[in-house]
């Protein structure tokens, strides 16, 4: 939609609001508003409206539940904004299909809600949990370091997994999952201040984007280390490649997180990133080495939603320019 911009008195500059949203938000005369830059576009909203995002309360039946559809759906309330979850028991047991067994729902769900940060379980009974956000107003301004906390901890992630291809992996193997729970509790966190930040549609689409990229690439760099556990002996072929694949990986995050990084800098990593490749492509692995290299080979098809969200964060760069 647009509005005509309207000059009142020497210095002054108006547009009128829309009808619709108006009324649909409750706006009355006398009423103060918030204004904010983003760029060269402004944000207003009500006072004390910000934030004020989601659903206030979501009611989860247990019936035809299993642990994977419990896990799914915990998520998306969660980076959704969802205050509190009631959960109504049919019972106590809940299907385990990955590992073949039942559960018990009250011990799983105590387990569950680790993965969410300011989660926490406030009322049990036989016939309900009720679970609620103990953080009371979310607020934005944290996601930058929410975003380097993901970064550090995939980084020691990752450096912890190559130099235990030199050591004791076995050891290393059975923290993995300890590790992939961990980047993940901030991934969700990130992805909820997402949800109740007011940044640009499409900075926002991008950044909640590349993270549920990185959420997937988690997944793989967990797969990769029960691979590499199934090995009979970790070849140096593979310890090589594995170094680069992840130096690569993490590199991107440079992209994204530093203010100052420029094309010539991202020219360059493109350029490594297609060497490895090709490198990847033309090698003949043993089968063992193949099956560890088919989990990770995703990482380094991740370059464009890095790219096009280091992009989208630094538009007004162009924007500047072109004007």
């Known amino acids: 939609m647009k509005r005509k911009v309207v000059k009142q008195g020497p210095a002054t500059f108006m547009i009128s609001l829309p009808s619709k949203w108006v009324k649909k938000n409750d706006i009355k005369r006398g009423d103060e508003m918030d204004v904010e830059e983003e760029g060269p576009s402004l944000i207003v909203r009500k006072e004390n409206e910000k ?20 896990d799914r759906y915990f998520a998306e309330f969660y980076v959704s904004g969802v205050e509190e979850i009631v959960v109504q028991l049919k019972s106590n047991i809940l299907s385990d299909y990955k590992h073949d067994c039942n559960i018990e729902v009250n011990k799983y769900i105590k387990k569950l809600i680790d993965r969410f ?21 979310e607020k934005f301004e944290k996601d930058k370091v929410v975003q380097n906390r993901v970064y550090f901890l995939i980084k020691e992630f990752l450096e912890e997994f190559v130099s235990a291809l030199d050591g004791n992996f076995a ?3 059975s923290r ?34 590349l993270f549920m990229v990185i959420d997937k690439i988690i997944d793989k760099i967990r797969h990769t280390s029960e691979r590499v556990f199934e090995m009979k002996k970790i070849t140096p ?5 594995l170094k680069e694949i992840f130096a690569v990986f993490t ?8 203010e ?3 094309v010539i800098g991202i020219d360059s990593w493109i350029k490594r990133r297609y060497d490895l490749v090709k490198k990847i492509n033309s090698e003949k692995f043993s089968e063992e080495e193949l099956r560890v290299i ?9 370059s464009n939603d890095f790219i096009e969200t280091f992009i989208a964060l630094n538009m007004d760069r162009y924007v500047e320019k072109a004007a």
């Not at 072929?237 to 490649?241: E, F, G, S, T, V």
């Not at 590199?251 to 530093?258: A, H």
């Open 294 to 302: 088919s989990e990770c080979k995703l990482m380094t098809d991740t």
């Open 260 to 262: 100052n990084y420029d």
């Open 176 to 209: 993995a999952y300890d590790y992939h729970d961990n980047i993940v509790k901030f991934i969700y966190y990130c992805l909820r201040l997402l949800n109740f930040s007011d940044i640009l549609e499409e900075k926002k689409n991008r950044l909640f984007g």
């Open 51 to 70: 934030g004020a995002r989601g659903v206030k309360q979501v009611v989860l039946d247990m019936g035809n539940m299993n642990r994977t559809l419990l």
């Open 171 to 173: 050891g290393f193997h």
């Open 251 to 258: 590199d991107q995050f440079d992209m994204v997180l530093k």
């Open 117 to 137: 940060i300011g989660m926490e379980i406030i009322s049990k009974t036989k016939e309900r949990i009720i679970i609620q956000s103990l953080i009371p107003y």
């Open 237 to 241: 072929k593979i310890k090589r490649y």
